[in-house]
Nanobody, 118 residues
Framework: QVQLVESGGGLVQPGGSLRLSCAAS????????MAWYRRAPGKQRELVAV??????????NYADSVKGRFTISRDNAKNMVYLQMNSLKPEDTAVYYC?????????WGQGTQVTVSS
């Protein structure tokens, strides 16, 4: 099982950009689904983006709230997953978590704080 470490969070002004990284301690080649979630203050954790790896390439899906602004990607050779976040809004403020896999063997990172404020 892999361990996950997120990085790249911070304070950014509305309209700005951040790139989050998720480093896995082992190979993610055989982990079909890699995802980013977030938990805003006082709210439940929500799925932000998920990327699946298959024979025909990677397929990404997004929450409606981030479509057109966020891009998830994975680099299986480097055991990395990324979340490029553009046109950030105050409502994107949250702790962002990386998740590998689904079900009983899924793994979570410790999270990285993103704060969007002027």
């Amino acid at each position: 099982q892999v361990q996950l470490v997120e990085s790249g969070g911070g304070l950014v002004q509305p309209g700005g950009s951040l790139r989050l990284s998720c480093a896995a301690s082992g190979s993610i080649l055989n982990i079909k689904l890699m995802a980013w979630y977030r938990r805003a203050p006082g709210k439940q954790r929500e799925l932000v983006a998920v990327v699946s790896s298959g024979g025909s390439g990677n397929v990404a899906n997004y929450a409606d709230s981030v479509k057109g602004r966020f891009t998830i990607s994975r680099d299986n050779a480097k055991n990395m997953v990324y979340l490029q976040m553009n046109s950030l809004k105050p409502e994107d403020t949250a702790v962002y978590y990386c998740k590998a896999g689904v079900g009983p063997l899924e793994k979570w990172g410790q999270g990285t704080q993103v704060t969007v404020s002027s």
